[in-house]
Nanobody
Framework: QVQLVESGGGSVQAGGSLKLSCAAS????????MGWYRQTPGKERELVST???????RYADSVKGRFTISRDNGKNTLYLQMSSLKTEDTAVYYC???????????????WGQGTQVTVSS
């Protein structure tokens, strides 16, 4: 079992910055990929960024150059530094782990409860 707890969400004006954190606990959580996803009402959850255990990263085109994902395997913590925020970044942001009870997966398996990010103009 893996538990994920996000923090750092809040309200900010356009152009501002926020840093999200996700504390992970459980077996193997640091050996597999992790990621950030976001969802707005009426839309499907979408990928924001992922990072593998070797540090390889992937970003959605909409956030490239503005968001930076990182992880501290010693602390089992995932981060998302968000800069130059836009109103369209408003969403609930979810942390996800790609670990399963048996191995690492290429897809999210465990999810956090989500943290709201609101960007106002």
């Amino acid at each position: 079992q893996v538990q994920l707890v996000e923090s750092g969400g809040g309200s900010v004006q356009a152009g501002g910055s926020l840093k999200l954190s996700c504390a992970a606990s459980g077996y193997w959580s640091s050996r597999c990929g992790m990621g950030w996803y976001r969802q707005t009402p009426g839309k499907e959850r979408e990928l924001v960024s992922t990072i593998n255990s070797d540090g390889t990263t992937r970003y959605a085109d909409s956030v490239k150059g503005r968001f930076t994902i990182s992880r501290d395997n010693g602390k089992n913590t995932l981060y998302l530094q968000m800069s130059s925020l836009k109103t369209e970044d408003t969403a609930v942001y979810y942390c996800a782990s790609h670990v399963t009870p048996y191995a690492c997966s290429s897809s999210p398996y465990y999810w956090g409860q989500g943290t709201q990010v609101t960007v106002s103009s």
